[in-house]
């Protein structure tokens, strides 16, 4: 099983600053539509709704299909359940930390079809997808950025 957990500041010097609701509208966002937070994405679809707060939807990641179940955890915590495809497992997007030093964490936890755990094969798939995720990380917080900058200036 591969395990990674990082956090990254919400609030750096230069950019706009979030509060605790624009960071979790972010999210929501991010988990309907997650093409304008995550780079190495190139589809996602939400297929059937539950609720107003669990989902599913297909995606495309590094080339390939999955479909994760979604729970909206207001107003701390998404996470993507990984119900089919080549990667299954749990991704959490957590918002953590007092009002003035927010912080976004991000973790996973994955298994690989057809990869023996602990190996060197799953090493290297460990190590490719947590360089991936770490860039959704930032491109999710400059994406909610530009949305808080776009309506300081509309």
Known sequence: MIFVTHALPVNVAGEPQLDRSAVWNGLV??????????????YCEVTERYSDTVF????????ERFTERITLERP??????RIAGPV???IANEIEGPDDD????FSFALIVAGVEGGSA????????????YL?????????????????ISA
């Open 29 to 42: 966002l991010k988990a309907n539509n997650a093409l304008p937070f995550v780079p190495s994405m190139t």
């Open 56 to 63: 599913d939807r297909d995606i495309d990641f590094r080339g």
């Open 76 to 81: 701390h915590r998404v996470t993507f359940t």
């Open 88 to 90: 299954l497992g749990t």
């Open 102 to 105: 927010l912080r976004l964490r």
């Open 121 to 132: 094969r799953e090493q290297e798939y460990a190590d490719s997808m947590t360089g991936d």
């Open 135 to 151: 860039k959704a990380v930032a491109a999710t917080l400059n994406a909610m950025r530009r949305i808080a900058e776009s309506r």
